[in-house]
């Protein structure tokens, strides 16, 4: 067994952000970071709009009240506005220190940092770095990381929390180059294992987003949080769904149907292409439907709508936002100065999470918590962003939650000693778990059974749900489960073998869709990014509510949870 006094669990902003606060306050704390990534190919160095702040470095008229308004009523009022009110009045410092930390943002003339546009902010007031605004950050805080004496454990895959009476205790871990198990306890275990889009079949995250941390907690009883808000980003690059950061929109390209009309105008006319990504996937999607979506050959009738960067002119496009420029001309031979690229919604981020206070402390229910388990970042869900997320809102609450759980953490590791369990009994059942996935004599391939159940996620809980599609879904993934233990490796061995780490991934992506569609089928209103055309509207008196959703082998149980409204009464959200 290994030991630290703190374990985290992601390598991505959130969880290096962590580690660095907690070495900061007190060097003596020993901290190990452990990722199934080397940590600077975590998913965050893939951001590329960019930070909110009110900094006010381009827009006096800014300040942390209008951009909690803002975070607030795009979240469609389901966010806990005391935790917002914590983002945004720390944004502007967390931003100052990472650039103290070495990080390199675009500038001014003037030489402060630059900010832009971005949907559903009523200021300009998003910091970047050109458009690789992640690749900077993350950077930065890796190289600290190593400055600090923080022990990174990378390339090591988390099996399972251990978690035993109430108390988070370790984990148990795999070597991915050499097929070694171990357990590791330490005083503290924090997770910051991000996203999930590779639940569906068309994402902008990285292969590595599979939801393990969510579906790791919700094996060892911890409810998930508002799982069924699901963020469809408007912009993925079709056919790839690679995502075309709104940062194209921020820097002014035009949204066209099939007739060359700018449709927006049609349903957010107050902010057009700037409007938040819900109402903007639910645009595109309806565009698409009525027959006014576009074919590669350019006729009517297609799959994708166009983004439209042509009067922005050269220069332009190649100083803000190169990135995606060359995204489109390497992966789809688009050379957008001249041409439109083609687009779609594309499944982005997971507002729903591991249940969080805000210092950090994971949930065990609306009154209890968990000793010894934190969670920021993606994974968590604190709840900052409510049912729909607003742009570069995400990368700000890696760095300030990250930094307010490393302080928590910091404090609660003074004094106390570290925890005991069996850690045989753990190494032995991890290792039967393995050699049985090894030894499996089924006939279905892992790739096929994953793209069977993404298929399934996106036509069944997809931009616009109903209580019979959703119904089917869970009807189907429960087929699809039973075929699991039908599955066959064609590599056995314990060097690099990436296909025994899919078969784990696959257990995670399918307890997380089975989360997904059943809270999404319990909430019967259309909020954010949830929307059901049988229940077409908000519905406050009944679900002005945060859902938690307690997963076991039987089935899944679903509680509500009061939301924090001490800031802004809901009004009706419009654009
Ligand atoms: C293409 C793209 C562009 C984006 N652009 C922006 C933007 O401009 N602005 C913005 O605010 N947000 C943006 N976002 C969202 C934002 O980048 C993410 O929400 C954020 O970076 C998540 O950070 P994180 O630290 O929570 O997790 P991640 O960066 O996803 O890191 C997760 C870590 O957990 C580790 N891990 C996971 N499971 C295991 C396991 N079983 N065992 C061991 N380790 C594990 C991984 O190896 C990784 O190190 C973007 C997202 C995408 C996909």
């Not at 001014?108 to 902010?121: P, S, T, V």
Request: aromatic share 8%; charged share 25%.
């Amino acid at each position: 067994m290994r030991e630290h006094d703190v374990i985290i669990v992601g390598g991505g902003l959130a969880g290096c952000r962590a580690a660095l606060e907690i070495k900061r306050i007190d060097p003596t704390i020993d901290v190990a970071l452990i990722a199934k990534t080397h940590p600077i190919r975590s998913h965050s160095v893939a951001a590329q709009g960019g930070i909110a702040a009110a900094l006010k470095n381009v827009d006096p008229n800014d300040d942390w009240k209008a951009h909690a308004f803002d975070t607030i009523k795009g979240s469609d009022y389901l966010a806990d506005q005391d935790a917002v009110a914590i983002l945004t009045q720390s944004a502007p410092e967390v931003i100052i220190e990472l650039e103290q930390m070495g990080v390199l943002f675009s500038r001014l003339e003037n030489g402060k940092i630059a900010q832009r546009a971005f949907g559903g902010h009523s200021h300009n007031r998003t910091c970047y770095a050109a458009d690789k605004t992640g690749h900077a950050i993350l950077h930065e805080l890796v190289s600290n990381l190593r400055r600090y004496g923080v022990h990174i454990y990378e390339e090591w895959y988390i099996m399972q929390l251990i978690l035993e009476e109430g108390e988070a205790k370790g984990v148990v871990m795999y070597h991915i180059r050499d097929g070694e198990i171990d357990t590791m306890r330490g005083k503290a275990v924090m997770f910051a294992t991000g996203g999930y889009g590779r639940v569906f079949n068309t994402t902008s995250n990285d292969y590595a987003s599979t939801g393990d941390g969510l579906a790791m907690s919700a094996f060892a009883g911890v409810p998930l949080e508002d799982m069924e808000f699901v963020q469809f980003h408007p912009t993925g690059l079709y056919p790839v769904g690679v995502l075309i950061s709104e940062a194209v929109r921020g820097e002014g390209a035009y949204l066209i149907n099939s007739e060359g009309k700018r449709f927006m105008e049609d349903y957010a006319p107050s902010r057009m292409e700037l409007a938040p990504r819900d109402i903007t996937s639910r645009a595109i999607t309806l565009e698409i439907r009525a027959g006014r979506g576009v074919h590669l050959d350019g006729s009517p009738g297609g799959p994708f709508v166009y983004l439209d960067l042509r009067h922005m002119g050269k220069e332009k496009i190649m100083s803000r936002i190169p990135f995606c420029w060359e995204e489109a001309h390497r992966l789809v031979g688009i050379d957008a100065v001249y041409e439109p690229m083609p687009v779609r919604p594309t499944v982005h981020y997971c507002m729903g999470g591991i249940p969080v206070n805000t210092d950090g402390q994971v949930r065990l229910s609306a009154d209890s918590l968990v000793t010894g388990f934190f969670s920021a970042g993606e994974c968590a869900c604190v709840s900052v962003h409510g049912a729909n997320r607003l742009g570069s809102n995400s990368l700000l609450e890696c760095v300030v939650y990250g930094r307010r759980t490393g302080r928590t953490i910091a404090q609660y590791v003074i004094d106390r000693k570290l925890p005991d369990f069996d850690s045989q009994k753990y190494v032995n059942s991890a290792r039967q778990r393995v050699e049985d996935l090894l030894n499996h004599q089924g006939t279905v391939r892992i790739a096929k059974l994953r793209q069977e159940f993404q298929d399934c996620m996106t036509y069944h809980c997809g931009v616009f749900r109903t209580q019979e599609t959703m119904q089917e879904g869970i009807n189907q993934i429960n087929n699809l489960k039973a075929q699991y233990d039908n599955i066959y490796l064609d590599d056995k061995g314990g060097c690099w073998n990436t296909e025994l780490i899919e078969a784990l991934e696959l257990q995670c992506i399918m307890a997380v869709g089975d989360i997904i569609l059943t809270s999404a089928l319990n909430r019967k209103e259309s909020r954010g990014a949830h929307c059901r055309e049988d229940f077409s509207t908000r519905d406050d008196g009944n679900f002005l509510q945060h859902t938690l959703a307690y997963y076991s082998p039987q089935g899944i149980d679903i509680k509500l949870m009061p939301v924090v409204v001490d800031l802004f009464e809901p009004q009706e959200r419009k654009y």
